[in-house]
């Protein structure tokens, strides 16, 4: 393991609002001015590199990940050396004053950072960042749970903070269009220890007069990542010499591919939001795992349902098990008005355990 590199573990931060104006819809937060986004994001030090919307919700590929407005909810998620945090002081401000949209709910989630040390404050420990979320959210989200998520393995561990008012139901419903029976989730995957092969195909050659857009295009079909789901509208970016992000768009569901392929501390997440449904979750979770063959891997899959999270996490230890990974360890927890967690571990049998 590399002494210092660059931090593939994201932090994402969901907020969730609620307005008595009509006039603010259909589009609320999508009405945000894109100087009050690039100044929320200034103050998270990342910037837009990309974009692309549809008429549920807008996309951002960002430095450092990557932005999701919807009309009541907004998902950030970055990585390296952000301060996601400091980005809810001002989206509270810009939705209250600029649209008339108050928070109700709020929910913060990360894995364990692999150069920890690195982090700037509030995102030193789990601790601060508790502290920070409780002295700056509004006292009106009184429910609120901190969660450390435990593995066998040390390297990963998941960290859950929710937080909601009492006014309004918040049991982890993704998406706010036409799902209210439908029992949904949200899976975000973490792999460390790319298989090196694979890796590769996230660098750019050295003599690439290409622009991120058009590099991002190239990986995006190269690696298989636009069979992951072929009916999603993708919006690509290559960084460079080396890195990857990807936003896909199906309807209102969002999906969303980080990669730092760097040896030593290469790092890839997949994130996506669906319904149990649907029955899908194994398919996608095999082609998400045959892209990057990780060496270890962790799936949080956040459900607004309890009895669904058995059978989903049963599901996924079928989907990866013929593909040489064995599950090491999971775990569940309940939120308060925010659904219920599996916290799931994986190790690849090319890996010594």
Not at 38 to 43: I, K, N
Not at 324 to 345: E, H, I, L, Y
Request: proline share 5%.
């Amino acid at each position: 393991m590399a002494v210092s590199g660059f931090e593939g573990f994201e932090k994402r931060l969901e907020l969730h609002f609620f307005g008595d104006d009509p006039a603010m819809f259909p589009l609320g937060l999508r009405k945000l001015e894109f100087d009050s986004i690039e100044q929320v994001l200034e103050a998270v030090q990342c910037t837009v590199v990309s974009a692309v919307g549809n008429s549920y919700f807008d996309a951002y590929v960002l430095s450092e990940s990557s932005l999701f407005v919807y009309p009541t909810k907004i998902i950030i998620k970055t990585c390296g050396t952000t301060q996601l945090l400091k980005s809810i002081l001002p989206l509270i401000h810009y939705a209250d004053h600029h649209l008339g949209l108050t928070l109700s709910s709020c929910r913060y989630t990360r894995g364990s950072f692999i150069f920890p040390k690195a982090q700037p404050f509030p995102h030193t420990s789990f601790k601060d960042e508790v502290t920070y979320l409780q002295d700056t959210i509004p006292s009106s989200l009184c429910f609120r749970k901190a969660s450390i998520m435990p593995s066998k393995s040390s390297s990963h561990s998941w960290h859950v903070f929710t937080a909601n008012d009492n006014t309004h139901t918040h049991t982890h419903s993704p998406m706010p269009y036409d799902h209210d029976n439908e029992l949904l989730f949200t899976m975000e995957i973490c792999m460390t220890e790319l298989d090196p092969i694979l890796a590769r195909k996230f660098f750019r050659r050295p003599d690439d007069e290409k622009s991120g857009d058009s590099a991002g295009k190239e990986m995006t079909e190269l690696t298989g990542i636009n069979e992951i789901n072929p009916d999603a509208l993708i919006c690509d970016f290559a960084f460079d010499p080396c890195g990857y992000s990807m936003n896909g768009m199906d309807g209102d569901w969002y999906s969303t591919i980080h990669v730092t392929p760097e040896d030593g501390f290469s790092y890839a997440s997949f994130e996506c939001v669906g319904s149990v449904d649907n029955g899908n979750i194994g398919h996608v979770l095999m082609k998400v795992v045959q892209i990057f063959r990780p060496g270890t891997m962790s799936i949080s899959t956040t459900c607004n349902g309890f009895s669904s999270n058995d059978v989903m996490w049963t599901e996924m230890a079928s989907a990866v098990e013929p593909l040489g990974f064995k599950c090491r360890s999971w775990a569940m927890d309940q939120f308060p008005n925010a659904g219920t967690v599996v916290f799931q571990t994986f190790t690849s049998r090319r890996k010594s355990v």
